[in-house]
C-alpha cells in the first residue's frame, strides 16, 4: 500500500521535499557513485547510445548533486541541471563545473534552447503533479528530441525516506509518457542486498556500506535470480522520442 504523503498542499509538498534534499545533499553526493546506482546509469547511457550516439544539447530535471548521467556530462557541449534544492546544486558546481545550474521547481521552469535529450530520473516521484513535469520537458525538445525517464513503483518504496515520496504504478508511469514514441521500456529489480542495507542502515552511515564493489556482483546475481523466479521489478525505465 502506498504510504501516505505528509503534506497537504502542493507547495508544502515541496517545501518539505527541499529541505529534506537540503539535509541531505552531502550524504546523496557519495550516495549516488555506490550501490546500485552506478550499475543503472551504465545501463541507460549503453542503451542511450544506441539511439542518439552524442547528445550534445541535454537538460537534466531533479538532477541532484551530480549528473544523473556522467558521462552524458562528459561529451555533451551544454548540460543544464535544474533542481529547486539550492543544497544539491552547491556540490554538483563543484565537482561539474562545466554544468549550467537552474535552480528551480522542475513542475514550471524555463530554459532557451531546444534539446537532443531531457533527462528525469527519480524525480517524478518526488512531486505533487508529475504530468507538469513531462509538459516542461516536452517543451524543451528538439523534434524527435529523446527522454529517459526512471522511476520506482509502489514495490520501491522500501527504499524511500523523505516525507512525500511515493512509487508510481507502472501502468501511471507508461501514461506520463505516453505522448512520447517508445524506444525502449525495461524495469528492474533493487536487488536484496540493497534493500536490507537500506533497511538496516540509516542514511548517514550508508554511503560507506555501499562502497564495496565487491557487493556489485552479488547484488547483480540477487538481481538475476528474483527476475528468473518471476519476481517483480521495483524500477520502471524509458527512452522515448518526441513525435
Ligand atoms: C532521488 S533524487 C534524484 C537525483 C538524480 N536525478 C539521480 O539520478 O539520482 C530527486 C531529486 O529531485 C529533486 N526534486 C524534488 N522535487 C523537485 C521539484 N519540485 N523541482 C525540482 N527538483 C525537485 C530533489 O531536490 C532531488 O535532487
Redesign the pocket.
Known sequence: MARPRAAATPEEH?RQ??AY?DAHAAT?YHE?YQGP?PLY?ARIEERLYRHLPRPRRVV??????IP?LPTVYEHAERYTC????PG?LARLRLAYPRAEVVE????GFRVEGAFDLV?I???LH??PEPPRVIEAAAALLRPAGLIVGMEPNERGEAVMDSPNERGIPDVEFDALYGRFEVLERWAWFVADYWMGLVERVPLPERPRRWADPTAWFAAVEDEERHMAEGGLPSMNVIIARRR
Open positions: 515541496k521535499e527541499r534534499a546523496y549516488m546506482w546509469r537534466d530535471i531533479g538532477c541532484g548533486p544523473s535544474v533542481d529547486q534544492s544539491c528551480a521547481d522542475a513542475e533527462v530520473i527519480g524525480v518526488h512531486v
